[in-house]
């Protein structure tokens, strides 16, 4: 991990890629920008994103086919999830689940053996792996949106602890591990001769580095131990504790968040998706003042109270993910920022979550991709398949010898 960390300024950067999945669609007329190219203005839902519009690149006119029915019936909620990142019908079944590889595992099988984690799979919600969830469809395709093959879902961390010990508690021995179990140490504790050792070695410009780079990490533990306590207080007698921790979902929405960058910062790894909530969620959002189910919501019928709650949950989700891309930007390796460094895709399946629509899908792309990606505009683009975006992403991480993935129809060009 650490020598990683503290790689030279001047050495080669990798490009990084992430997937940002959010359930039920959106309230378009609020999220589609109504200008485009470079001089577009920001519509209501996308402007807390004002601080990184240079770094961004809406999509209009996007479609997923295979979410749509195709003589499947109802489910849209299911078919929508299992077919965003895979571009593949997933098969009606709540056993003998069948949909396709999803982008991101495509592309770790081709480069994650250059990191220690070929992949990262990251949320908010569990959910079952079996059992029927949404119209005969399986819980995985609702739970999922990473697909090892057309048969495997990838399980998802879900708990903070759970995936900072994925991602930097593997290399301790087991009574290294038992010892800081025991005495709720910092795993940076364990390895502070190491960094002793590795910080004489290093320059003024990186022991700073070095140094950010720790106490970041040091900070994201140590939110993560006080979310434990909080937790480990009993609850008054009957009272029935949240799943996951911490209990307050934006702390928690947060911390993972902190952990992805943490992963890309690391090059611990360079492929992660990230589910903010399961498709079909019927969370409530009391922390902004919501007392009603989202997806009990999202079937509106244009009740103009339901519409504004559902764009305020957009426009959470939106300011959750404005605040991780600042803290990407402000992450320096050499002359760059993590930010120009990485390409996240952020969206999903459904666009009117009232009348399960598959077309015109609320997408977006950020970061700079070493170059490769002309943001700060917006483009549309009519009914064009998501899938057409993935293959140009799996070209700019190097993976270019393919002709299609899912249902594409041939690369994006407008992406530069």
């Not at 979410?67 to 499947?72: E, H, K, L, P, Y």
């Not at 909080?230 to 934006?250: C, M, S, T």
Request: aromatic share 6%; charged share 25%; hydrophobic share 35%.
């Amino acid at each position: 991990m650490l020598p990683k960390a503290a790689r030279a300024a001047t050495a080669t950067s990798p490009l990084r890629v992430g997937f940002v999945f959010f359930p039920n669609g959106a309230i378009m007329p609020d999220w589609t920008p109504t200008s485009e190219g470079t001089g577009y203005e920001l519509s209501k839902t996308l402007a807390p994103l004002a601080p990184v519009k240079d770094q961004l690149l809406v999509l209009s006119g996007l479609a997923h086919d295979k979410a749509r029915a195709n003589g499947d019936g109802a489910g849209d909620h299911a078919r929508s999830c299992a077919a965003f990142l895979t571009g593949a019908q997933p098969r009606k079944t709540s056993g003998d689940i069948r949909a396709g590889q999803s982008i991101d595992q495509f592309i770790a099988e081709r480069i994650g053996h250059e990191t220690r984690l070929p992949s990262l799979e990251l949320g908010i919600e569990g959910g079952r792996q079996a059992g029927s969830c949404d119209s005969g469809y399986s819980c995985a395709y609702s739970n999922s949106v990473s697909w090892k093959s057309a048969s495997t879902p990838m399980g998802k961390e879900t708990n903070p602890r759970s995936a900072f010990d994925r991602l930097f508690g593997q290399g301790a021995d087991a009574k290294a591990r038992a010892e800081r179990d025991f005495y709720r140490k910092s795993i940076l504790d364990s390895v502070a001769a190491d960094t002793q050792r590795l910080t004489t070695s290093l320059g003024q410009s990186d022991r700073r580095k070095l140094d950010e780079y720790l106490t970041s990490v040091r900070e994201v533990e140590q939110r993560i131990e006080r979310a434990d306590a909080a937790k480990a207080i009993l609850p008054p007698e009957g009272y029935i504790p949240p799943k996951g921790i911490p209990e307050d979902l934006v702390e928690h929405i947060r911390l993972m968040y902190d952990l992805l960058l943490l992963a890309f910062q690391t090059d611990t790894t360079r492929v992660a998706t990230f589910m903010v909530a399961n498709e079909g969620s019927n969370r409530v959002y009391k922390s902004i003042g919501l007392n009603e189910g989202h997806h009990q919501m999202s079937h509106h019928r244009n009740d103009p109270d339901k519409v504004a709650k559902l764009q305020q949950i957009d426009q959470f989700q939106i300011e959750q993910f404005a605040a991780f891309l600042s803290r990407l930007r402000d992450v320096r390796e050499g002359e760059h920022s993590l930010l120009d460094q990485s390409l996240f895709v952020y969206g999903c399946a459904i666009s009117d979550g009232n009348r399960h629509r598959h077309e015109d899908l609320p997408i977006l792309v950020a970061g700079g991709g070493a170059g490769t990606v002309r943001t700060g505009r917006h483009v549309r683009l009519r009914e064009t398949p998501t899938t057409n975006l993935f293959l140009s992403l799996a070209d700019r991480m190097g993976i270019n010898d393919v002709d299609s993935f899912g249902d594409s129809t041939g690369r994006l060009g407008d992406l530069a």
